[in-house]
Structure formats: structure tokens, C-alpha cells
């Protein structure tokens, strides 16, 4: 499984921004999410999508606020992300692991990542 993640950039508080996480291979029980990194510090969970149930996962901390819809015919899943806040800064991958994990939120579990995208929001 190969990701490619885009779609990072600068946007002031308030404001809305739409990462793109496209996934090339195939697998009928998989699990793709979306983590944040700020410098120096671990990688955080920000919300999963599973299939085949499209069953969906947020972090506390972005509920409400961020969705992450997908495009099935072009294998990509999106992080949309709405009233964003100062505190929402940082670099966001995208990641992916087959077969389900009670543990979906621990960045451990996960053997592919995509690249990072800078994600600033200014206050």
C-alpha cells in the first residue's frame, strides 16, 4: 500500500482546509486515519475511517469540526477540516493498516504512512 497525502498549507483560525490522502492497493478489511505531529513531540491520532463498515473515529479534541469523507472510485480519503484553531497546527499524515484494531488510535499499529503535510493555522 502506497499513500500520498496533499492538500497542507496555511489558512487563519476560523478557517477551513481539505487534506487528500490518496491510497493505491486494495484490501477488503483495512483501516486509514489520519494522525498530527508537532515538533519534538509524538504523533496523535486525529480520526479513522474503517472498511467495509465506514465506520468513523475522532479524537476529542477535533470532533465536530473535522469529518473525513472518501472518494471510493478514486481510492482517497479526505480530512476536512473546519473551524480550525492555532492549536490544529501541525504536520498531518495519513496512514493505513490492514485488518482491524481496537488499538486504531495508537500510530504504533499502523505500517504504512504517507508523507507529511504542513498543516498552519494563524491566529
Same mark, same amino acid.
Given at each position: 500500500?502506497?499513500?500520498?497525502?496533499?492538500?497542507?498549507?496555511?489558512?487563519?483560525?476560523? &478557517?477551513?482546509?481539505?487534506?487528500?490522502? &490518496?491510497?493505491?492497493?486494495?484490501?477488503?478489511?483495512?483501516?486509514?486515519?489520519?494522525?498530527?505531529?508537532?515538533?519534538?513531540?509524538?504523533?496523535?491520532?486525529?480520526?479513522?475511517?474503517?472498511?467495509?463498515?465506514?465506520?468513523?473515529?475522532?479524537?476529542?479534541?477535533?470532533?465536530?469540526?473535522?469529518?473525513?469523507?472518501?472518494?471510493?472510485?478514486?481510492?482517497?480519503?479526505?480530512?476536512?477540516?473546519?473551524?480550525?484553531?492555532?492549536?490544529?497546527?501541525?504536520?498531518?499524515?495519513?496512514?493505513?493498516?490492514?485488518?482491524?484494531?481496537?488499538?486504531?488510535?495508537?500510530? &504504533?499499529?499502523?505500517?504504512?504512512? &504517507?508523507?507529511?503535510?504542513?498543516?498552519?493555522?494563524?491566529?
Amino acid at each position: 500500500v502506497q499513500l500520498q497525502a496533499s492538500g497542507g498549507g496555511l489558512v487563519q483560525a476560523g &478557517g477551513s482546509l481539505r487534506l487528500s490522502c &490518496g491510497a493505491s492497493g486494495s484490501s477488503s478489511d483495512y483501516i486509514l486515519s489520519w494522525f498530527r505531529q508537532d515538533p519534538g513531540k509524538e504523533r496523535k491520532f486525529v480520526a479513522s475511517v474503517r472498511w467495509p463498515t465506514s465506520r468513523t473515529y475522532y479524537a476529542d479534541s477535533v470532533k465536530g469540526r473535522f469529518t473525513v469523507p472518501r472518494d471510493n472510485s478514486k481510492n482517497t480519503l479526505y480530512l476536512q477540516m473546519n473551524s480550525l484553531k492555532p492549536e490544529d497546527t501541525a504536520v498531518y499524515y495519513c496512514a493505513a493498516r490492514m485488518h482491524w484494531s481496537t488499538d486504531y488510535y495508537n500510530p &504504533g499499529q499502523y505500517y504504512y504512512w &504517507g508523507q507529511g503535510t504542513q498543516v498552519t493555522v494563524s491566529s
